[in-house]
């Protein structure tokens, strides 16, 4: 059987990693400033990480949502303190998109309406709601393309204010755009937003799934604003690798049985993964290094010459070029063995890299940075 063939893809082959480091079958050391797609929150193979899953491999690996998952407990209540969200619900599922799928039907579960507001540039995933609340029309199927969804222009006060009204269900939102090329959201913005959905009788979701998971050098990419979404959706960094997703959701949203579910969310496996994740965090003082990491190197990549724009929070951060960066991107993967990120604006570049990256790792991508860029 031939694999479908549907992701363009770099002719190498990880086969170990460690931290901030990969390493290729032919033992060809790279750093790893991409964390692939974000995902990498406490660096590759972390050691508690690793004991905490096979621990748990050797326990019990899985059962359905039909018997009490203990764990699923342990992971809300670390989950609610990190965040400061001790008071939401916690839905457990297995992907980003299926995250903002579950809480853009949950949304117009409990509105009882169904137009959604999203933003130009957004991206929310591959499922159908999600990739409809996309703004990318290359990845939307006919069967996705339907007139519930609004797009209305991003950080765009006066238009969201004409656009709103009461059928409106959902307005969904990334706490920062990731793919569309690290823009962030002001806080005027989310709290126009907020003070509509309330008046209209909508839910703000933010999603999170990039941006969140101390990321930003805060939990939330949000929490930069005084305001409160709704509902959050996650994803990427909270299982390090392991595919674990959620929906947090606000107390006053009642769950009913059946109106939700899955078959693998919030098993042992991703629980344990998930809650191994948040021990490294508050242990290692995640939140701050990401934000004190991410200070210095926006820093340093705003006075390199050919940089245009530099435009993040903490260590989500998209640097804009003069030109295209495609072949920067390639030079510092073939030539200095650095992955970095693309973004859906041809000319920013996005640098991800793990929460707890080294300075010195810092500094050798900088060096790189500014040698591929002088020439
Ligand atoms: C903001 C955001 N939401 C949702 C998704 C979709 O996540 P997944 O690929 O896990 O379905 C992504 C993926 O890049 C994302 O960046």
Same mark, same amino acid.
């Given at each position: 059987?031939?694999?479908?063939? #549907? ?29 692939? *797609? ?7 193979? *972390? ?36 965040? =400061?969200?001790? !008071? ?110 309330? $008046? ?13 998971? =101390?990321?930003? =050098? ?8 005084? #305001? ?12 390090? =690798?392991?595919?674990?997703?959620? #929906? ?38 995640? %939140? ?18 050919? #940089? $245009? ?5 903490? %260590? ?44 010195? !790792? ?14």
């Amino acid at each position: 059987m031939k694999l479908f063939d #549907v992701y363009p893809l770099f002719d190498i082959e990880p086969v170990k990693a460690e931290g901030s480091t990969i390493w290729d079958k032919n033992g060809v050391k790279y750093l790893d400033l991409y964390g692939g *797609h974000a995902v990498i929150s406490i660096g590759h193979s *972390h050691p508690h990480y690793v004991k905490k899953l096979t621990e748990q491999l050797n326990a019990i690996a899985f059962y359905s949502n039909s018997v009490k998952i203990k764990m699923q407990e342990e992971l809300a209540d670390k989950l609610g303190e990190l965040s =400061g969200y001790t !008071d939401y619900q916690l839905f457990l599922c297995n992907s980003g998109a299926e995250a903002n799928e579950n809480a853009l039907k949950l949304a117009s579960f409990h509105t009882g309406k169904k137009k959604i507001i999203s933003f130009s540039k957004a991206f929310h995933g591959r499922t159908s709601l999600a990739v409809a609340a996309t703004d990318d029309a290359k990845i939307w199927a006919p069967v996705n393309m339907t007139d519930n969804i609004v797009f209305l222009p991003f950080n765009d006060e006066a238009a969201f204010e004409k656009a709103m009204n009461d059928e409106v269900c959902a307005v969904i939102i990334e706490g920062i755009q990731g793919v569309g090329g690290v823009h962030i959201p002001t806080t005027a913005f989310l709290k126009k937003i907020k003070s509509l959905c309330e $008046k209209f009788g909508a839910l703000l979701i933010i999603d999170e799934v990039q941006s969140g998971y =101390g990321r930003s =050098g805060k939990f939330f990419a949000h929490q930069y604003s005084d #305001v409160k979404p709704d509902i959050i959706t996650v994803a990427k960094g909270m299982g390090n =690798g392991f595919p674990v997703a959620a #929906v947090l959701i606000q107390p006053n949203i009642p769950g009913k049985h059946g109106m939700l579910g899955t078959t693998f969310g919030g098993n042992y496996l991703a629980c344990a993964a998930a809650i191994a994740v948040l021990d490294v965090i508050r242990d290692e003082n995640l %939140l701050l290094h990401s934000e004190t990491m991410g200070n210095y190197l926006m820093l340093e990549l705003k006075s390199i010459k050919g #940089v $245009k724009e530099v435009r993040g929070l903490g %260590l989500m951060i998209g640097v804009e070029l003069e030109d295209a960066c495609a072949p920067i991107r390639n030079k510092l993967l073939s030539e200095h063995k650095m992955f970095t990120g693309s973004s859906s604006d041809k000319n920013t570049l996005r640098i991800l890299p793990a929460l707890n990256v080294k300075k010195e !790792d810092i500094d050798s991508f900088l060096a790189a940075f500014k040698s591929v860029l002088s020439k």
